[in-house]
Protein backbone atom coordinates (compact mmCIF):
# COMPACT_ATOMS: atom_id res chain seq x y z
CA UNK A 1 0.00 0.00 0.00
CA UNK A 2 1.52 3.24 -0.98
CA UNK A 3 0.02 6.94 -0.37
CA UNK A 4 -0.62 9.37 -3.30
CA UNK A 5 -1.71 12.50 -1.61
CA UNK A 6 -0.42 12.89 2.19
CA UNK A 7 2.63 10.31 3.22
CA UNK A 8 2.44 7.60 5.81
CA UNK A 9 3.88 10.36 8.21
CA UNK A 10 1.17 12.65 8.06
CA UNK A 11 -1.46 10.23 7.93
CA UNK A 12 -0.41 8.92 11.16
CA UNK A 13 -0.01 12.27 12.42
CA UNK A 14 -3.88 13.29 11.34
CA UNK A 15 -5.37 10.25 12.64
CA UNK A 16 -2.96 10.48 16.11
CA UNK A 17 -4.47 14.03 16.35
CA UNK A 18 -8.06 13.55 15.14
CA UNK A 19 -8.19 10.46 17.68
CA UNK A 20 -6.76 12.14 20.99
CA UNK A 21 -9.27 14.79 20.04
CA UNK A 22 -12.44 12.60 20.05
CA UNK A 23 -11.51 11.05 22.90
CA UNK A 24 -10.79 13.80 25.15
CA UNK A 25 -14.25 14.66 24.49
CA UNK A 26 -15.24 11.66 25.17
CA UNK A 27 -13.81 11.60 28.29
CA UNK A 28 -15.77 15.32 29.73
CA UNK A 29 -17.70 14.50 32.12
CA UNK A 30 -21.38 16.10 32.07
CA UNK A 31 -21.88 18.11 34.82
CA UNK A 32 -25.26 17.69 36.47
CA UNK A 33 -27.63 20.30 37.72
CA UNK A 34 -28.81 20.21 41.30
CA UNK A 35 -32.65 19.95 41.40
CA UNK A 36 -34.58 19.81 44.88
CA UNK A 37 -37.28 17.25 44.80
CA UNK A 38 -40.20 16.39 46.83
CA UNK A 39 -40.17 12.81 47.88
CA UNK A 40 -36.66 11.22 48.71
CA UNK A 41 -37.75 7.83 48.53
CA UNK A 42 -38.66 7.68 45.42
CA UNK A 43 -35.56 9.27 43.86
CA UNK A 44 -33.41 6.64 45.88
CA UNK A 45 -35.48 4.23 43.81
CA UNK A 46 -34.44 5.59 40.75
CA UNK A 47 -30.59 5.86 41.58
CA UNK A 48 -30.58 1.90 42.41
CA UNK A 49 -32.42 1.18 39.01
CA UNK A 50 -28.97 3.63 37.70
CA UNK A 51 -26.82 1.78 39.65
CA UNK A 52 -27.58 -1.59 38.15
CA UNK A 53 -27.22 -0.53 34.51
CA UNK A 54 -24.37 1.75 35.33
CA UNK A 55 -22.09 -1.26 33.46
CA UNK A 56 -24.45 -1.65 30.12
CA UNK A 57 -24.33 2.70 30.12
CA UNK A 58 -20.62 2.34 30.13
CA UNK A 59 -20.82 -0.17 27.09
CA UNK A 60 -22.61 1.82 24.92
CA UNK A 61 -21.07 4.87 25.65
CA UNK A 62 -17.80 2.37 24.53
CA UNK A 63 -19.47 1.73 21.53
CA UNK A 64 -20.51 5.14 20.19
CA UNK A 65 -16.65 5.85 20.68
CA UNK A 66 -15.51 3.20 18.78
CA UNK A 67 -17.61 4.38 16.17
CA UNK A 68 -16.56 7.94 16.20
CA UNK A 69 -12.72 6.82 16.14
CA UNK A 70 -13.39 4.65 12.63
CA UNK A 71 -14.89 7.61 11.07
CA UNK A 72 -11.95 9.56 11.96
CA UNK A 73 -9.60 6.84 10.75
CA UNK A 74 -11.57 6.19 7.24
CA UNK A 75 -10.89 10.22 6.84
CA UNK A 76 -7.16 10.63 7.87
CA UNK A 77 -6.14 7.06 5.09
CA UNK A 78 -9.08 8.88 2.72
CA UNK A 79 -6.82 12.02 2.56
CA UNK A 80 -3.38 10.01 2.31
CA UNK A 81 -5.16 8.75 -1.08
CA UNK A 82 -3.95 4.99 -0.62
CA UNK A 83 -3.39 2.77 -3.69
CA UNK A 84 -2.01 -0.50 -4.10
CA UNK A 85 1.87 -1.52 -4.52
CA UNK A 86 2.85 -1.21 -8.32
CA UNK A 87 0.32 1.36 -8.58
CA UNK A 88 2.60 3.57 -11.02
CA UNK A 89 3.60 0.98 -12.78
CA UNK A 90 -0.31 -0.12 -13.80
CA UNK A 91 -1.43 3.19 -14.59
CA UNK A 92 -2.07 4.04 -17.88
CA UNK A 93 -1.01 7.28 -19.08
CA UNK A 94 -3.56 8.79 -22.11
CA UNK A 95 -3.20 11.97 -24.29
CA UNK A 96 -5.93 12.91 -26.53
CA UNK A 97 -5.00 14.92 -29.69
CA UNK A 98 -8.20 16.72 -30.72
CA UNK A 99 -7.61 18.47 -34.36
CA UNK A 100 -8.99 22.45 -34.55
CA UNK A 101 -7.68 22.68 -38.27
CA UNK A 102 -9.85 24.45 -40.63
CA UNK A 103 -10.78 20.98 -42.20
CA UNK A 104 -12.77 19.88 -39.24
CA UNK A 105 -15.29 22.51 -39.21
CA UNK A 106 -16.84 20.96 -42.39
CA UNK A 107 -20.35 20.12 -42.34
CA UNK A 108 -21.14 16.34 -43.48
CA UNK A 109 -21.39 14.90 -40.23
CA UNK A 110 -23.92 15.86 -37.93
CA UNK A 111 -23.41 18.82 -36.24
CA UNK A 112 -19.63 18.98 -37.83
CA UNK A 113 -16.74 16.84 -37.59
CA UNK A 114 -15.15 18.79 -34.91
CA UNK A 115 -18.55 18.40 -32.83
CA UNK A 116 -18.63 14.80 -33.96
CA UNK A 117 -14.66 14.21 -32.34
CA UNK A 118 -16.21 16.72 -29.24
CA UNK A 119 -18.19 13.48 -28.58
CA UNK A 120 -15.60 11.00 -28.62
CA UNK A 121 -13.13 13.36 -26.83
CA UNK A 122 -15.26 13.52 -24.05
CA UNK A 123 -16.34 10.06 -23.88
CA UNK A 124 -12.93 9.38 -23.23
CA UNK A 125 -12.04 12.24 -20.70
CA UNK A 126 -15.12 10.30 -18.32
CA UNK A 127 -12.99 7.32 -18.76
CA UNK A 128 -10.11 9.50 -16.58
CA UNK A 129 -10.15 8.06 -13.25
CA UNK A 130 -7.98 5.61 -10.90
CA UNK A 131 -5.17 3.68 -13.01
CA UNK A 132 -5.75 6.26 -15.84
CA UNK A 133 -4.23 9.89 -16.06
CA UNK A 134 -5.29 11.94 -19.13
CA UNK A 135 -3.75 14.95 -21.11
CA UNK A 136 -6.30 16.06 -23.28
CA UNK A 137 -4.21 18.73 -26.10
CA UNK A 138 -5.62 20.61 -29.45
CA UNK A 139 -3.16 21.43 -32.29
CA UNK A 140 -3.64 22.43 -35.55
CA UNK A 141 -0.59 24.39 -36.94
CA UNK A 142 1.12 23.68 -33.67
CA UNK A 143 -0.37 22.19 -30.30
CA UNK A 144 -1.63 23.48 -27.27
CA UNK A 145 -1.86 21.56 -24.36
CA UNK A 146 -5.18 22.21 -22.45
CA UNK A 147 -5.18 20.21 -19.47
CA UNK A 148 -2.23 18.71 -17.17
CA UNK A 149 -2.08 15.12 -17.03
CA UNK A 150 -5.28 14.11 -14.39
CA UNK A 151 -7.57 12.02 -13.52
CA UNK A 152 -10.37 14.53 -12.40
CA UNK A 153 -13.21 13.93 -15.33
CA UNK A 154 -14.54 17.28 -14.72
CA UNK A 155 -11.76 18.66 -15.16
CA UNK A 156 -10.77 17.49 -18.75
CA UNK A 157 -14.61 18.07 -19.92
CA UNK A 158 -14.62 21.78 -18.86
CA UNK A 159 -11.98 22.40 -20.96
CA UNK A 160 -13.48 20.83 -24.17
CA UNK A 161 -16.16 23.23 -23.99
CA UNK A 162 -13.93 26.26 -24.87
CA UNK A 163 -12.77 24.64 -28.19
CA UNK A 164 -13.56 25.39 -31.32
CA UNK A 165 -12.25 24.60 -34.91
CA UNK A 166 -9.63 27.38 -36.18
CA UNK A 167 -9.05 28.50 -39.55
CA UNK A 168 -5.80 27.04 -40.11
CA UNK A 169 -3.99 24.03 -41.36
CA UNK A 170 -3.57 20.81 -38.91
CA UNK A 171 0.35 19.48 -38.27
CA UNK A 172 -0.10 16.05 -37.27
CA UNK A 173 3.53 15.10 -36.94
CA UNK A 174 3.74 18.39 -34.13
CA UNK A 175 0.74 17.10 -32.46
CA UNK A 176 2.25 13.50 -32.41
CA UNK A 177 5.80 14.72 -31.70
CA UNK A 178 4.13 16.45 -28.83
CA UNK A 179 2.37 13.57 -27.52
CA UNK A 180 5.99 11.52 -27.38
CA UNK A 181 7.75 14.59 -25.56
CA UNK A 182 4.87 13.70 -22.89
CA UNK A 183 4.78 10.27 -22.40
CA UNK A 184 8.07 9.44 -22.80
CA UNK A 185 9.06 7.43 -19.82
CA UNK A 186 5.58 7.03 -19.00
CA UNK A 187 3.85 3.90 -17.68
CA UNK A 188 1.12 2.39 -20.10
CA UNK A 189 1.64 5.15 -22.61
CA UNK A 190 -0.88 5.92 -25.68
CA UNK A 191 -2.22 8.46 -27.95
CA UNK A 192 -5.69 9.01 -29.08
CA UNK A 193 -6.23 11.20 -32.13
CA UNK A 194 -8.88 12.45 -33.17
CA UNK A 195 -8.92 13.73 -36.78
CA UNK A 196 -10.21 14.08 -40.10
CA UNK A 197 -6.94 13.66 -41.54
CA UNK A 198 -3.54 12.49 -40.86
CA UNK A 199 -0.58 12.33 -43.36
CA UNK A 200 3.07 12.51 -41.67
CA UNK A 201 5.99 13.80 -43.17
CA UNK A 202 8.25 12.47 -40.93
CA UNK A 203 8.49 8.72 -41.63
CA UNK A 204 10.67 8.38 -38.43
CA UNK A 205 8.10 9.40 -36.54
CA UNK A 206 6.90 6.10 -36.11
CA UNK A 207 9.59 4.21 -35.41
CA UNK A 208 10.07 6.66 -32.76
CA UNK A 209 6.49 5.89 -31.21
CA UNK A 210 7.23 2.57 -31.20
CA UNK A 211 10.29 2.28 -29.86
CA UNK A 212 9.06 4.77 -26.50
CA UNK A 213 6.19 1.94 -26.27
CA UNK A 214 3.46 4.23 -27.39
CA UNK A 215 0.54 2.51 -28.58
CA UNK A 216 -1.82 4.81 -31.10
CA UNK A 217 -5.02 5.24 -31.87
CA UNK A 218 -6.83 7.11 -34.93
CA UNK A 219 -10.55 7.66 -35.42
CA UNK A 220 -11.15 9.22 -38.65
CA UNK A 221 -14.38 11.88 -38.89
CA UNK A 222 -15.84 12.36 -42.39
CA UNK A 223 -17.43 10.94 -44.95
CA UNK A 224 -16.71 12.72 -48.74
CA UNK A 225 -14.76 15.69 -50.15
CA UNK A 226 -17.60 18.19 -51.63
CA UNK A 227 -16.15 21.60 -51.39
CA UNK A 228 -16.16 24.75 -53.72
CA UNK A 229 -13.75 27.74 -52.50
CA UNK A 230 -12.20 30.56 -53.84
CA UNK A 231 -7.93 29.78 -54.14
CA UNK A 232 -6.88 33.30 -55.55
CA UNK A 233 -8.30 36.80 -55.35
CA UNK A 234 -6.50 39.74 -56.02
CA UNK A 235 -6.96 43.52 -57.42
CA UNK A 236 -5.56 46.39 -58.25
CA UNK A 237 -6.07 50.17 -59.67
CA UNK A 238 -5.40 50.81 -63.26
CA UNK A 239 -2.40 53.14 -63.39
CA UNK A 240 -3.76 55.63 -65.60
CA UNK A 241 -7.29 55.91 -64.26
CA UNK A 242 -7.30 55.26 -60.78
CA UNK A 243 -10.51 55.65 -60.50
CA UNK A 244 -11.24 51.93 -62.23
CA UNK A 245 -9.90 48.68 -60.54
CA UNK A 246 -9.23 45.29 -62.36
CA UNK A 247 -10.27 42.12 -60.35
CA UNK A 248 -8.87 38.16 -60.84
CA UNK A 249 -10.04 35.07 -59.07
CA UNK A 250 -10.00 31.71 -59.34
CA UNK A 251 -12.81 29.58 -58.16
CA UNK A 252 -12.03 25.38 -57.58
CA UNK A 253 -14.41 22.43 -57.04
CA UNK A 254 -12.67 19.74 -55.04
CA UNK A 255 -15.88 17.09 -55.56
CA UNK A 256 -17.14 14.52 -58.29
CA UNK A 257 -19.88 16.35 -59.32
CA UNK A 258 -20.47 19.33 -61.35
CA UNK A 259 -21.50 22.30 -58.96
CA UNK A 260 -23.83 25.56 -59.58
CA UNK A 261 -23.00 28.26 -57.94
CA UNK A 262 -23.18 32.24 -57.35
CA UNK A 263 -20.53 34.39 -57.00
CA UNK A 264 -21.31 37.83 -55.27
CA UNK A 265 -18.36 41.20 -55.54
CA UNK A 266 -18.69 43.75 -52.71
CA UNK A 267 -16.68 47.05 -52.72
CA UNK A 268 -17.17 49.18 -49.81
CA UNK A 269 -19.27 46.59 -48.21
CA UNK A 270 -22.03 46.90 -50.71
CA UNK A 271 -22.69 44.66 -53.57
CA UNK A 272 -21.48 45.38 -57.55
CA UNK A 273 -21.47 42.49 -59.14
CA UNK A 274 -23.09 39.13 -59.20
CA UNK A 275 -22.44 36.07 -61.60
CA UNK A 276 -23.91 32.10 -61.70
CA UNK A 277 -21.35 29.79 -62.54
CA UNK A 278 -21.36 26.36 -63.07
CA UNK A 279 -17.92 24.51 -62.48
CA UNK A 280 -16.88 21.16 -63.36
CA UNK A 281 -16.04 18.07 -61.10
CA UNK A 282 -12.32 18.91 -60.38
CA UNK A 283 -12.39 21.66 -62.37
CA UNK A 284 -11.79 25.24 -61.78
CA UNK A 285 -12.74 28.68 -63.13
CA UNK A 286 -10.51 31.85 -63.35
CA UNK A 287 -12.57 35.31 -64.26
CA UNK A 288 -11.24 38.61 -64.73
CA UNK A 289 -13.25 41.74 -63.59
CA UNK A 290 -12.41 45.24 -65.42
CA UNK A 291 -14.03 48.26 -65.16
CA UNK A 292 -14.56 48.06 -61.33
CA UNK A 293 -15.69 51.89 -60.77
CA UNK A 294 -17.09 53.07 -57.55
CA UNK A 295 -14.54 51.23 -54.95
CA UNK A 296 -13.13 53.70 -52.66
CA UNK A 297 -10.99 50.94 -50.44
CA UNK A 298 -11.83 47.27 -49.84
CA UNK A 299 -13.05 44.14 -51.86
CA UNK A 300 -14.73 40.77 -50.79
CA UNK A 301 -15.57 38.09 -53.32
CA UNK A 302 -18.10 35.37 -51.68
CA UNK A 303 -19.58 32.30 -52.88
CA UNK A 304 -23.39 31.42 -52.61
CA UNK A 305 -24.62 28.22 -53.00
CA UNK A 306 -28.28 27.67 -53.68
CA UNK A 307 -27.42 23.89 -53.01
CA UNK A 308 -26.81 23.68 -49.32
CA UNK A 309 -25.09 20.20 -49.41
CA UNK A 310 -22.54 21.13 -52.36
CA UNK A 311 -20.31 22.99 -50.03
CA UNK A 312 -19.50 21.20 -47.12
CA UNK A 313 -16.42 23.86 -45.62
CA UNK A 314 -17.97 27.86 -45.89
CA UNK A 315 -14.48 29.06 -44.82
CA UNK A 316 -12.67 29.31 -47.76
CA UNK A 317 -16.01 31.04 -50.05
CA UNK A 318 -14.66 34.23 -49.21
CA UNK A 319 -11.58 36.55 -50.26
CA UNK A 320 -10.67 39.70 -49.39
CA UNK A 321 -8.29 42.38 -50.28
CA UNK A 322 -7.91 46.01 -50.39
CA UNK A 323 -6.92 48.94 -53.41
CA UNK A 324 -3.96 51.22 -52.55
CA UNK A 325 -4.84 54.64 -51.65
CA UNK A 326 -5.60 57.37 -54.04
CA UNK A 327 -3.46 59.99 -52.92
CA UNK A 328 -2.03 62.89 -55.16
CA UNK A 329 1.71 62.69 -55.68
CA UNK A 330 3.93 65.43 -55.98
CA UNK A 331 6.40 65.10 -59.47
CA UNK A 332 9.47 67.26 -60.54
CA UNK A 333 10.00 67.42 -63.95
CA UNK A 334 13.34 68.62 -64.64
CA UNK A 335 13.28 69.77 -68.44
CA UNK A 336 14.26 72.15 -71.19
CA UNK A 337 11.51 71.08 -73.26
CA UNK A 338 10.00 67.52 -74.30
CA UNK A 339 6.59 67.70 -75.51
CA UNK A 340 5.87 64.01 -74.87
CA UNK A 341 6.88 63.70 -71.50
CA UNK A 342 4.96 66.67 -70.49
CA UNK A 343 1.92 64.82 -72.06
CA UNK A 344 2.21 61.49 -71.04
CA UNK A 345 2.40 63.33 -67.52
CA UNK A 346 -1.01 64.91 -68.09
CA UNK A 347 -2.27 61.29 -68.39
CA UNK A 348 -2.80 60.72 -64.58
CA UNK A 349 -4.97 63.62 -62.72
CA UNK A 350 -3.64 62.11 -59.33
CA UNK A 351 -0.10 63.90 -60.08
CA UNK A 352 0.88 67.35 -59.11
CA UNK A 353 3.91 68.40 -62.20
CA UNK A 354 5.67 70.93 -61.82
CA UNK A 355 8.14 71.68 -64.54
CA UNK A 356 11.81 72.75 -63.90
CA UNK A 357 14.35 74.41 -66.09
CA UNK A 358 17.68 72.95 -65.71
CA UNK A 359 19.07 76.65 -64.70
CA UNK A 360 16.37 77.09 -62.16
CA UNK A 361 16.57 73.77 -60.16
CA UNK A 362 16.84 74.67 -56.69
CA UNK A 363 16.48 70.69 -55.34
CA UNK A 364 13.98 68.25 -54.68
CA UNK A 365 12.40 69.33 -51.27
CA UNK A 366 8.63 68.57 -50.80
CA UNK A 367 8.20 66.40 -53.57
CA UNK A 368 7.11 62.55 -53.71
CA UNK A 369 9.03 62.03 -57.34
CA UNK A 370 11.73 63.66 -59.51
CA UNK A 371 12.10 63.20 -63.25
CA UNK A 372 15.66 64.37 -64.91
CA UNK A 373 15.05 64.77 -68.58
CA UNK A 374 19.01 64.89 -70.47
CA UNK A 375 20.33 66.59 -67.56
CA UNK A 376 21.66 65.65 -63.93
CA UNK A 377 21.40 67.39 -60.94
CA UNK A 378 24.68 68.96 -58.78
CA UNK A 379 24.14 66.50 -55.72
CA UNK A 380 21.98 63.40 -55.31
CA UNK A 381 18.19 64.45 -55.26
CA UNK A 382 16.34 63.12 -51.84
CA UNK A 383 14.07 61.31 -53.75
CA UNK A 384 13.30 58.56 -56.13
CA UNK A 385 14.08 59.65 -59.44
CA UNK A 386 13.66 58.47 -63.10
CA UNK A 387 16.85 59.81 -65.33
CA UNK A 388 16.15 60.03 -69.21
CA UNK A 389 19.61 59.73 -71.32
CA UNK A 390 21.57 60.34 -67.92
CA UNK A 391 24.55 61.64 -69.87
CA UNK A 392 26.71 64.10 -67.87
CA UNK A 393 27.10 66.89 -69.76
CA UNK A 394 29.67 69.34 -67.23
CA UNK A 395 31.61 68.36 -64.73
CA UNK A 396 30.65 69.12 -60.64
CA UNK A 397 26.76 67.40 -61.73
CA UNK A 398 26.08 63.91 -59.95
CA UNK A 399 26.33 61.04 -62.30
CA UNK A 400 24.11 58.02 -61.36
CA UNK A 401 26.28 56.18 -64.23
CA UNK A 402 29.65 56.03 -65.69
CA UNK A 403 29.22 56.40 -69.43
CA UNK A 404 31.28 53.80 -71.46
CA UNK A 405 30.21 55.31 -74.93
CA UNK A 406 27.24 54.86 -77.36
CA UNK A 407 25.83 52.34 -79.29
CA UNK A 408 24.21 52.42 -82.59
CA UNK A 409 20.55 51.16 -83.07
CA UNK A 410 20.20 49.09 -80.18
CA UNK A 411 16.51 47.13 -80.25
CA UNK A 412 15.11 45.52 -77.21
CA UNK A 413 16.14 41.97 -77.52
CA UNK A 414 16.28 40.91 -73.58
CA UNK A 415 13.01 41.95 -71.44
CA UNK A 416 12.24 40.94 -68.05
CA UNK A 417 8.62 41.21 -68.55
CA UNK A 418 8.00 40.32 -64.54
CA UNK A 419 9.02 43.54 -63.40
CA UNK A 420 6.38 46.17 -62.88
CA UNK A 421 8.35 48.50 -64.27
CA UNK A 422 6.60 47.24 -67.45
CA UNK A 423 3.46 46.18 -66.59
CA UNK A 424 1.38 46.07 -69.76
CA UNK A 425 4.14 47.46 -72.04
CA UNK A 426 4.96 45.89 -75.63
CA UNK A 427 8.78 46.91 -76.28
CA UNK A 428 10.01 44.33 -78.58
CA UNK A 429 9.46 46.42 -82.17
CA UNK A 430 10.68 49.75 -80.37
CA UNK A 431 13.39 51.38 -82.69
CA UNK A 432 15.98 53.69 -80.56
CA UNK A 433 18.74 55.31 -82.85
CA UNK A 434 21.55 55.52 -79.96
CA UNK A 435 21.63 54.79 -76.63
CA UNK A 436 24.19 55.36 -73.91
CA UNK A 437 26.51 52.15 -72.64
CA UNK A 438 25.93 52.66 -68.98
CA UNK A 439 28.05 51.04 -66.69
CA UNK A 440 26.13 49.16 -64.34
CA UNK A 441 27.31 49.73 -60.19
CA UNK A 442 26.90 47.11 -57.15
CA UNK A 443 22.65 46.05 -57.02
CA UNK A 444 21.67 47.48 -60.49
CA UNK A 445 19.51 45.71 -62.67
CA UNK A 446 19.16 45.20 -66.35
CA UNK A 447 15.17 44.99 -66.77
CA UNK A 448 15.96 45.31 -71.05
CA UNK A 449 18.69 45.66 -73.04
CA UNK A 450 20.05 45.11 -76.39
CA UNK A 451 22.70 42.35 -75.91
CA UNK A 452 25.27 43.69 -73.73
CA UNK A 453 23.81 46.71 -73.68
CA UNK A 454 21.53 48.10 -70.78
CA UNK A 455 18.49 50.24 -72.01
CA UNK A 456 16.24 50.21 -68.84
CA UNK A 457 17.51 49.93 -65.51
CA UNK A 458 16.41 50.01 -61.67
CA UNK A 459 18.76 50.32 -58.64
CA UNK A 460 19.25 52.79 -55.97
CA UNK A 461 21.19 55.83 -55.28
CA UNK A 462 21.87 57.00 -51.87
CA UNK A 463 19.22 55.32 -50.58
CA UNK A 464 16.68 55.97 -52.82
CA UNK A 465 15.47 54.35 -55.38
CA UNK A 466 16.62 54.97 -59.04
CA UNK A 467 15.25 54.11 -62.63
CA UNK A 468 17.06 54.98 -66.17
CA UNK A 469 16.40 55.17 -69.98
CA UNK A 470 19.34 54.66 -71.57
CA UNK A 471 18.79 56.86 -74.53
CA UNK A 472 16.41 59.99 -75.17
CA UNK A 473 13.01 58.93 -75.77
CA UNK A 474 13.19 61.91 -79.08
CA UNK A 475 15.95 60.01 -80.69
CA UNK A 476 13.09 56.57 -80.90
CA UNK A 477 9.76 55.83 -81.68
CA UNK A 478 9.03 54.76 -78.21
CA UNK A 479 6.68 58.52 -77.68
CA UNK A 480 4.54 56.95 -80.17
CA UNK A 481 3.51 54.06 -78.59
CA UNK A 482 1.08 53.24 -76.05
CA UNK A 483 4.10 51.74 -73.75
CA UNK A 484 5.70 55.08 -74.10
CA UNK A 485 2.58 56.68 -71.45
CA UNK A 486 2.72 53.13 -69.35
CA UNK A 487 6.44 52.95 -68.65
CA UNK A 488 6.17 56.46 -67.64
CA UNK A 489 3.88 56.29 -65.22
CA UNK A 490 4.66 52.65 -63.93
CA UNK A 491 7.30 53.90 -63.15
CA UNK A 492 6.22 57.29 -61.04
CA UNK A 493 3.63 55.16 -59.37
CA UNK A 494 6.97 52.42 -58.01
CA UNK A 495 8.24 55.56 -56.37
CA UNK A 496 4.90 57.01 -55.09
CA UNK A 497 3.76 54.06 -54.16
CA UNK A 498 4.80 53.15 -50.45
CA UNK A 499 4.61 49.37 -49.08
CA UNK A 500 2.10 50.29 -46.82
CA UNK A 501 -0.29 51.85 -49.43
CA UNK A 502 -0.86 48.24 -51.21
CA UNK A 503 -1.68 47.08 -47.75
CA UNK A 504 -0.36 43.36 -48.74
CA UNK A 505 -3.23 40.69 -48.26
CA UNK A 506 -2.15 38.94 -44.23
CA UNK A 507 -2.50 35.78 -43.35
CA UNK A 508 -4.36 33.35 -40.78
CA UNK A 509 -2.23 32.24 -38.17
CA UNK A 510 0.93 34.83 -39.04
CA UNK A 511 1.71 37.87 -36.81
CA UNK A 512 1.07 40.91 -38.44
CA UNK A 513 3.12 43.91 -36.56
CA UNK A 514 2.34 47.81 -38.10
CA UNK A 515 4.08 51.09 -37.06
CA UNK A 516 2.49 53.72 -34.78
CA UNK A 517 2.98 56.64 -35.74
CA UNK A 518 4.80 59.10 -33.19
CA UNK A 519 2.70 59.96 -30.20
CA UNK A 520 0.09 57.28 -30.25
CA UNK A 521 0.09 55.20 -27.32
CA UNK A 522 -3.04 53.71 -27.85
CA UNK A 523 -4.25 51.22 -30.54
CA UNK A 524 -7.36 48.98 -30.37
CA UNK A 525 -8.33 46.42 -32.63
CA UNK A 526 -12.32 45.11 -33.98
CA UNK A 527 -12.00 41.44 -35.45
CA UNK A 528 -14.09 40.25 -38.38
CA UNK A 529 -16.43 38.62 -35.76
CA UNK A 530 -17.44 42.55 -34.75
CA UNK A 531 -14.96 41.99 -31.05
CA UNK A 532 -12.99 44.97 -29.90
CA UNK A 533 -9.71 44.48 -27.97
CA UNK A 534 -6.79 46.73 -27.07
CA UNK A 535 -3.56 46.51 -27.98
CA UNK A 536 -0.29 46.82 -26.84
CA UNK A 537 2.08 49.77 -28.06
CA UNK A 538 6.01 49.26 -27.55
CA UNK A 539 8.65 51.07 -29.30
CA UNK A 540 6.83 52.59 -32.16
CA UNK A 541 5.17 49.30 -32.91
CA UNK A 542 2.30 47.45 -32.49
CA UNK A 543 0.85 43.88 -33.54
CA UNK A 544 -1.83 40.73 -33.07
CA UNK A 545 -2.65 37.17 -34.50
CA UNK A 546 -4.50 37.02 -36.95
CA UNK A 547 -6.85 34.03 -35.97
CA UNK A 548 -9.78 34.13 -38.54
CA UNK A 549 -9.87 35.78 -42.23
CA UNK A 550 -11.64 38.49 -42.64
CA UNK A 551 -11.42 42.93 -42.77
CA UNK A 552 -9.53 43.75 -38.99
CA UNK A 553 -10.21 47.37 -38.11
CA UNK A 554 -6.94 49.19 -36.35
CA UNK A 555 -7.99 52.35 -35.06
CA UNK A 556 -4.29 54.41 -33.96
CA UNK A 557 -6.12 58.19 -32.01
CA UNK A 558 -7.88 59.73 -34.89
CA UNK A 559 -6.62 57.23 -37.88
CA UNK A 560 -8.42 54.38 -39.05
CA UNK A 561 -6.29 51.24 -40.55
CA UNK A 562 -8.29 48.66 -42.49
CA UNK A 563 -5.96 45.20 -42.84
CA UNK A 564 -7.28 42.41 -45.52
CA UNK A 565 -6.54 38.98 -43.78
CA UNK A 566 -6.75 35.45 -45.95
CA UNK A 567 -5.66 31.95 -45.69
CA UNK A 568 -2.57 30.90 -45.83
CA UNK A 569 -0.52 30.25 -49.03
CA UNK A 570 -0.72 26.91 -50.30
CA UNK A 571 -3.92 26.16 -48.19
CA UNK A 572 -5.54 22.27 -48.68
CA UNK A 573 -9.12 23.06 -49.78
CA UNK A 574 -9.41 19.17 -50.28
CA UNK A 575 -12.29 17.62 -47.83
CA UNK A 576 -11.84 13.94 -48.49
CA UNK A 577 -11.05 12.12 -45.64
CA UNK A 578 -7.47 10.50 -45.70
CA UNK A 579 -8.62 7.35 -43.76
CA UNK A 580 -6.91 5.34 -41.48
CA UNK A 581 -2.55 6.52 -40.03
CA UNK A 582 -0.33 4.41 -41.60
CA UNK A 583 2.80 4.46 -39.00
CA UNK A 584 5.69 2.10 -39.56
CA UNK A 585 4.24 0.34 -42.63
CA UNK A 586 1.01 -1.20 -40.22
CA UNK A 587 -2.40 0.97 -39.84
CA UNK A 588 -2.71 2.38 -36.41
CA UNK A 589 -6.22 0.44 -34.86
CA UNK A 590 -9.60 2.40 -34.13
CA UNK A 591 -10.49 3.53 -30.52
CA UNK A 592 -13.32 1.59 -28.85
CA UNK A 593 -16.22 3.95 -29.03
CA UNK A 594 -17.23 3.14 -25.50
CA UNK A 595 -14.28 3.51 -23.18
CA UNK A 596 -13.83 1.83 -19.89
CA UNK A 597 -15.24 3.29 -17.15
CA UNK A 598 -13.26 3.98 -14.19
CA UNK A 599 -13.44 2.34 -10.99
CA UNK A 600 -14.18 4.42 -7.98
CA UNK A 601 -10.84 5.24 -6.15
CA UNK A 602 -9.94 3.59 -2.92
CA UNK A 603 -9.96 7.15 -0.76
CA UNK A 604 -13.75 7.77 -2.04
CA UNK A 605 -14.34 4.03 -0.96
CA UNK A 606 -13.01 5.13 2.41
CA UNK A 607 -14.71 8.62 2.50
CA UNK A 608 -18.18 6.60 1.67
CA UNK A 609 -17.44 4.26 4.46
CA UNK A 610 -16.99 7.30 6.99
CA UNK A 611 -20.56 8.77 5.63
CA UNK A 612 -22.03 5.72 6.14
CA UNK A 613 -20.53 5.34 9.89
CA UNK A 614 -21.49 8.63 10.51
CA UNK A 615 -24.83 7.99 9.55
CA UNK A 616 -25.23 4.44 11.85
CA UNK A 617 -23.60 6.92 14.88
CA UNK A 618 -26.58 9.49 14.27
CA UNK A 619 -29.42 6.49 14.53
CA UNK A 620 -27.83 4.89 16.93
CA UNK A 621 -27.34 8.07 19.12
CA UNK A 622 -31.00 9.60 18.51
CA UNK A 623 -32.68 5.95 19.28
CA UNK A 624 -30.99 6.28 22.49
CA UNK A 625 -28.37 3.07 22.12
CA UNK A 626 -25.47 4.51 22.42
CA UNK A 627 -26.90 7.66 24.91
Not at 118 to 137: D, F, I, N, Q, W
Not at 461 to 477: E, Y
Not at 559 to 570: D, S, T, Y
Request: proline share 7%; hydrophobic share 40%.
Amino acid sequence: MVFTGLSLMQVLAVLGLASAFTIAMYMLRQRRRPVPVPFVGLWEQVLGDSRSNRLFSSLRHLLSLLLSLCIVGALALAIGDPRPEGFDERREHLVILLDMGASMAARDVEPSRFGAALEVARAHCRSAGPGRAVLLASYDSAPTPRTPMVEDPQQLERALEALTPGARQSDHDAALRFALDVLRGKSRPRVLLLSDRARLRDDRLGKELERAGIEVQHRVFGTRGRNLAITAFSARRYPLERNQSELWLEIINTSERKQRVELQLLGDGQPIDAESLEIDARGRVRRVYDDITGVSQSLEARLLHPDAKGDDLALDDRRHALLPERRRSRVLCVTAGNRYLEAALLLDEYLDVDLVHPEAYAGTEGYDAAIFDATLPPEAPSVDSLYIHPAPSAAGVFAPFEVLGEAERPFFDRIDHKHPWLRHTALRDVNVGRALRLKLAPGDRAIAGSGGVPLLVSGERAGKKMLAIAFDIRDSDLPLRVAWPLLLLNGIDLFSTQRDDYRDTHHVGRFVELEVPEGDKRASLRTPSGSQRELVTANGRTGFMAEAPGFYELQLGDRRQLLAVNLEPGFDHELTPSGQLQLTGRTVPTPARKPTPPGEPPWALLAALALGLSMLEWITFHRRWTL
